[in-house]
């Protein structure tokens, strides 16, 4: 394999690479921004009375949705103002998704990263510089993600906020076959502590003990496969163990710190030992090994 220098090419002053350009890109393959599997929702999308939005990206799984403002050279104010405006738009529109204000621009000086870190306080907001390079006769991008969501709390610090529901609702939500496969996950939960139970809530099914929430294990039941989220910090042998595993697995929640992946009645006959040992993990924590592996 022969080594070659890169170079920083600045798309702003570049006569052919422009900002539609640069569009078109990640319309192609979304995953350059770093923010996982995600798709496009729209291009341009047209904003009341306020422009038009670069991009509208979203989390096939979890519904979040990635209102993306593109700018080429170094962000400023207009761009910062720009990218959490339209967020707020989209937020009031659809108020039923998550969403996530994205800045991208080729700098964020330290400046505005500053100012942008003000508003990642009270605004989920990710700040994105992204660069293209040429090495020998071809060009790549690479994306550095310089600010990103503010770390929340666990589920269960603010579960009593959330309205409580039933097995009913998540039966219609989900379907009763989904619902099964969730309750095959609770039987390995309690074979290793046999005092916790469901908690319906109305975003996810939650474990409780004795009516307070435990949630280092939790589902999102879909129509033909659970979301289960186990609540491990991120480490080699953990990623290695179960990408390797044979289950369907998604990208790692870094927000709230869960490995995700979607199960069937398939995964709890064949890998019933799999998800034992992730259940394992979720409550008592990896060990040192893990840890520092």
Known sequence: MRFEKSRVISLKNHPEYNEKWLQARIVDEPRLLGLGDLVVKDVERRQPRAGRLDLLLSDPDTGTRYEVELQLGATDEAHIIRTIEYWDIEKTRYPMFEHIAVIVA??????????????????????????????????????????????????????????????AYWENKGSPKTLGVADKVLQLIQAQDPGLEFKYNKHYIGLGRNGMPDNFVSFKPRKEVVGALFRIPRNDRTTEFIESSGLDVLEYDKRWGHYRARLTDIDLANRSDVITELIRQAKNGPNEAELQA
């Open 106 to 167: 080729e700098d964020i000086t330290s400046r505005f990263l500053n100012v942008i870190s003000l508003f990642n306080r009270s605004i989920p907001l990710i700040a994105i510089q992204l660069n293209a390079f040429q090495v020998g006769e071809y060009m790549t991008l690479s994306s550095t993600t310089v600010l990103d969501l503010v770390q929340y709390g666990p589920d269960d610090e603010d579960e009593s906020l959330s309205p409580p529901t039933d097995r």
